[in-house]
DNA sequence: CGGGATCCGATCTGATACTG
DNA sequence: CAGTATCAGATCGGATCCCG
């Protein structure tokens, strides 16, 4: 109620949460090499359910992270693809990326030898 | 119950999960000066309940992203700290935070394009 | 001071069904 | 094909009370 309010004024707080969404990186990761449509997303991202990939499309799309094409078939086509402003934000993702596959080992053991102590 | 499993394959959907809590982020960015104590936390990130604040710690703690040292005083002392590899997820996650604060003009003025379109 | 335990309403999700 | 609508179940988050 007064959070989206509260939101406006920090620009990071902002985009965390639409990072926060880890589908909306996945995605975003996916549009990354072409452009791709909705069941053919549906299809790679495991696990994704058709409601939440078309909540998570239309933020994106919303946040100019992601464009969408319409094309007048039959039965019709819509084609999903990254922005130029989506695919710098893509690049930063990617370092985030390389941390996480660069310390994965160490979380690992950290939360091992946690999970000990704790017994 | 099968996510937990699945997790483990995706190093950056894990890391991910951790930095979609996005009090996490804060936190992280919160210890990068000097160590902080649990109630002085609670008070500098405006909004957040000591029950969450509690939760993000442990997992941070976990991870070994942050570290907890407990004072003997009267009444006790509990001060947090970031560790080494904590620093370096803040770094990366610094990198985001630049994204947002040189885009938000952009992203907002796309929404707004967006919204005025919806209707 | 630094939390844990509990209650409870708000939110999110998945599954299913339907449409242009 | 590309979604929207709906409903029931799970999860989350805040508020409150309590303890060492």
């Excluded at 007064?2 to 990072?19: F, G, H, K």
């Excluded at 997303?41 to 994704?48: F, M, N, Q, V």
């Amino acid at each position: 109620m007064e959070y989206d309010a509260y939101i406006q004024t920090c620009p990071t707080r902002m985009v965390l949460d639409r990072l926060a969404d880890k589908w909306a990186v996945l995605v975003l990761g996916r549009l990354d090499d072409k452009p791709v449509r909705f069941n053919q997303l549906k299809r790679e991202i495991d696990g994704i359910s058709q409601k939440v990939l078309s909540q998570v499309l239309k933020k994106l799309e919303r946040d100019g992270l992601v464009s969408r094409a319409v094309f007048a078939t039959v039965p019709v086509t819509v084609e999903y693809a990254i922005t130029p402003l989506g695919r710098t934000l893509s690049a930063t993702v990617d370092a985030l990326r390389r941390w996480a596959e660069d310390n994965i080992e160490t979380v690992l053991a950290a939360q091992q030898k946690y999970d000990r102590a704790a017994v």
